[in-house]
């Protein structure tokens, strides 16, 4: 560009900034609210929690277990341990080696057979999730299973250690007897650190089997032993989620019928629960994980449990006898169908049958005699095409038969249009389907766009479960995806569309849920986390304002007689609480000038004090992290004048409105 040219751009770009300051007035608009004309519930399930197992979200998250590969039971056994004074081509009579034996007949196949020649040399260590977490002060249990199998060996000594070797705690166990049995220790940190090690000597030298080898913190969700998470699950909490819905996903699916997800599989005695590889260990080329297991101690028992403890429906998803149509699209045969039926049909009696059915007494035996109350169950992931119509339509005749008031949730595959959309569609209406789940992952303008998508869908057919969607910054499986301020807003804009048609919109829930930040595969995720600690993105705390002022009843607003659906880049959604007596306003701006709103709210009587929630960020490329969320929702109270609310909304923000009603 030469010099002239540049100086005339300038003047140009100059000019523009000019009057765009010149014409940078606040415009004012008036809004009513209104009834609805028919009574609009908001059901209790319109916001929720979808969890999957993608991102060391279970093992090496949630589930609290410190040691990767306790059990040697990876497709590679030794994953996750090391013998740093172990040769591969030498005898090792200067310390010593372990073997992995195996008995095909268990679940729980394999354990290690450890041969200590020198005691004062022989090192066994594990890595733990991308290393252990330690918090100063707390304590940990440690467990393993021993067989003393020959020699003199007198005492198994562990200890962790820091990145750099250096002892942080140690516990010595004495061996007693012949047999397999189990041993028990108490670790204590006196300090915090982030990427530990758990290292193991022995005293003597033998030969002694060992299986699962286990670290847990004491400091669990509700102190239960080898417990979850607790920060994790606070966080989820606080959500006030009106369902749970587990355990995905493409892992529902697996990359072939062998590797789905097999609830039965899941339940009873941790230790003989049957390791799979997680189908994310080679999902995506960018980000390999092939030491991603699941050991299943996070099964459908707890998972129901979490439910329980969460206040939210359960809603477990199961294999409609289709591997994931993205990987090997592998069908059972429609003749062979008849067990993955009856595991949904099992799943609903492990839940709600009484202690004198078989699986409700296996529930029973677990812990839990109540029955967990299941209304919902949803029938294959994402599938698409005629194979999953099919399919569907056995499992809907078998789980309506024995199961009227079950809920049966569908699908209509992994996109928000196009053929297979469209097709699944038509099939399921005119099977009556009852709720079926869409998933949309797209950019911020694609949300934005479509706040309206449901203004027109059919009153009269199914409900919809918005099951999957999070705004994508940069595009789908990217993985410089952020979880940024602008895919927030977006979402919150659209999420205001789900709100005002809540009479087909039952069920809503972002995606995926968590992600370790050393092992994660898929970004943007809603919560985030390392070994010490968590934190909440923009996007959460979106969802967290959706759904903690939910309401019961939706309400209209309007600007002269139309919805606010992106109209002068303004959305919004009320609805009234009957159980609180309010009414809740949520107000998105996403333009770049701030907006003036005063609310007439019509034959709704409401009180003084007005409080108001904003959830705003300097950039829309801010984003929170392990050391600060600088998007974070603030509160503060004002006053109704004369029957009226007025209120600014500032330029990219989210405001939440609630008055109390007289």
């Known amino acids: ?149 020959s020699g003199n060996i007198a005492a198994v000594n562990a200890s962790l250690v820091d990145e750099n070797g250096k002892e942080i705690s140690s516990v010595s166990t004495l061996i007693k007897g012949k047999g397999w049995q189990k041993y028990t220790a108490v670790f204590k940190s006196p300090q915090t650190v982030e990427k530990a090690k758990l290292r193991i000597t022995f005293t003597g030298n033998g030969i002694v089997n060992m299986d699962m080898i286990s670290l847990f913190p004491q400091d669990t969700w509700k102190g239960r032993k080898g417990g979850l998470r607790k920060d994790l699950v606070q966080k989820l909490y606080d959500l006030q989620p009106g369902f749970l819905r587990f355990p995905g996903g493409c892992i529902v699916e697996g990359r072939t019928l062998a590797e789905r997800y097999q609830w039965k599989k899941t339940i009873g005695n941790v230790a003989d629960r049957k390791y799979l590889i997680n189908k994310w260990s080679t999902g995506f080329p960018h980000r390999l994980t092939p030491d991603y297991g699941q050991s299943f101690g996070l099964g459908f028992y707890e998972y129901f449990q979490l439910s329980e403890d969460l206040g939210a429906e359960p809603v477990p998803i199961l294999s409609c006898g289709m591997a994931c149509q993205f990987n090997t699209a592998e069908l059972v045969k429609m003749e062979d169908l008849d067990p993955y039926v009856q595991d949904a049909l099992d799943l609903i009696e492990f839940a709600n049958g009484d202690s004198g059915t078989k699986w409700g007494r296996i529930r029973t035996e677990m812990g839990h005699p109540k029955p967990f109350n299941l209304k919902f169950i949803g029938v294959g992931n994402e599938q698409w095409g005629a194979d999953y119509i099919e399919r569907y339509k056995v499992f809907e005749k078998a789980i309506h038969a024995k199961y009227p008031d079950i809920k049966i949730i569908s699908g209509s595959g992994p ?247 007289i």
């Not at 002239?4 to 140009?12: D, L, P, R, T």
């Not at 911020?444 to 059919?458: H, I, L, V």
């Open 1 to 149: 560009m030469t010099t002239k040219n540049k100086i005339f751009s300038i003047a140009i770009s100059l000019s523009a900034a000019f009057f765009s300051a010149q014409n940078n007035t606040v415009r004012t608009f008036n809004l009513d609210l209104k009834e609805t004309s028919t009574a609009v519930k908001i059901q209790p399930t319109m916001y929720g929690i979808f969890f999957e197992d993608i991102n060391f979200s279970a093992d090496g998250g949630l589930y609290a277990e410190l040691i990767k590969n306790r059990s040697f039971e990876f497709d590679e056994p030794f994953t996750g341990w090391k013998q740093p004074n172990t040769k591969t081509l030498s005898p090792n009579l200067d310390s010593g080696f372990l073997t992995i034996y195996s008995d095909p007949s268990k679940t729980n196949k394999n354990y290690a057979r450890i041969t200590v020649f020198n005691d004062k040399n022989y090192i066994l260590e594990n890595e733990g999730f991308r290393g252990i977490g330690l918090h100063q002060g707390e304590q940990y249990d440690f467990s393993f299973d021993l067989e003393n199998v």
């Open 415 to 661: 996109s928000p249009d196009g053929e297979f959309f469209e097709y699944g569609w038509k099939e399921l209406k005119q099977l009556n389907a009852q709720i079926v789940d869409e998933h949309y992952y797209n950019s911020p303008e694609w949300f934005m766009k479509n706040a309206g998508r449901y203004d027109q869908y059919d009153r009269s057919g199914p409900k919809v479960f918005a099951g999957e969607y999070a705004a994508q910054s940069v595009g789908v499986v990217k993985p410089d995806n952020k979880n940024n301020w602008l895919t927030a807003l977006s979402e919150a804009a659209f999420m205001t569309g789900l709100e005002r048609n809540a009479d087909v919109v039952y069920m809503t829930s972002y995606a995926p849920l968590f992600a370790h930040a050393d092992g994660w595969q898929w970004t943007p995720d809603l919560i985030w986390f390392n070994n010490l600690k968590s934190y909440a993105t923009p996007n959460y705390y979106v969802q967290k304002l959706f759904s903690n002022n939910k309401g019961t009843d939706l309400l209209k607003i309007e600007n002269d007689g139309k919805t606010l659906s992106g109209q002068d880049k303004l959305y919004a959604t009320a609805v009234k609480d009957t159980k609180a007596n309010e009414v809740i306003i949520k107000m998105i701006n996403t333009d770049t000038q701030a907006k003036t709103v005063n609310i007439n709210p019509g034959t709704l009587k409401i009180g003084k004090k007005v409080t108001q929630i904003l959830l705003s960020a300097p950039q829309l490329s801010s984003e929170n992290n392990f050391d600060a969320e600088p998007v974070k929702p603030k509160e503060e109270n004002s006053e109704a004048k004369k029957g009226k609310i007025s209120t600014e909304i500032p330029a990219n923000s989210l405001v939440v409105l609630k008055v109390k009603t």
